[in-house]
């Protein structure tokens, strides 16, 4: 199982992006989404599992009031503070660049870096905060 987190600076909770390949076969993993608050409140929510095409990177969005995880055919919204997630019921819109009304906070993909407490440099399932990401918009229209 891998495992990437991000904190979430105002509300000490932490965001978790789990992908399991135990119980399937590669490409196909389990992926789960899991909120936990400062509080130690802990909600979670399974999300879409699939071939290549549907493991896509998972961007993380936030206006300080609503949060967003989203990618290729996933969306979860979810609220850091009162610890609910649950799929969207609508997408932010598609901009210019990125989506509209929110803004990109990085996100959760596989790649290369430092894997700590170990200090193996390696291929892993990370979170890549907005300095080190591309954004990955994933807007049908474009």
């Keep these: 199982m891998f495992a990437a987190s991000h904190q979430l600076g105002f509300s000490g909770a932490l965001v978790t992006v789990r992908e399991d390949y135990r119980a399937t076969k590669w490409p196909v993993s389990r992926r789960t989404f899991v909120l936990r608050g400062a509080s130690g409140k802990t909600t979670s929510v399974a999300l879409a599992n699939g071939g290549p095409s549907e493991l896509s990177t998972l961007s993380l969005y936030g206006d300080g009031d609503r949060f967003f995880l989203i990618g290729a055919i996933e969306c ?66 474009r």
């Design 76 to 141: 979860v919204a979810f609220d850091p503070v009162a610890i609910t997630a649950g799929r969207c019921s609508k997408r932010p819109p598609c901009a210019a660049f990125g989506r509209e009304g929110v803004s990109f906070l990085g996100r959760f993909d596989w790649a290369n870096g430092l894997n700590p407490p170990h200090g193996r440099f390696g291929l892993g399932w990370r979170f890549l905060p907005q300095e080190d990401a591309s954004e990955t918009s994933f807007c049908p229209d």
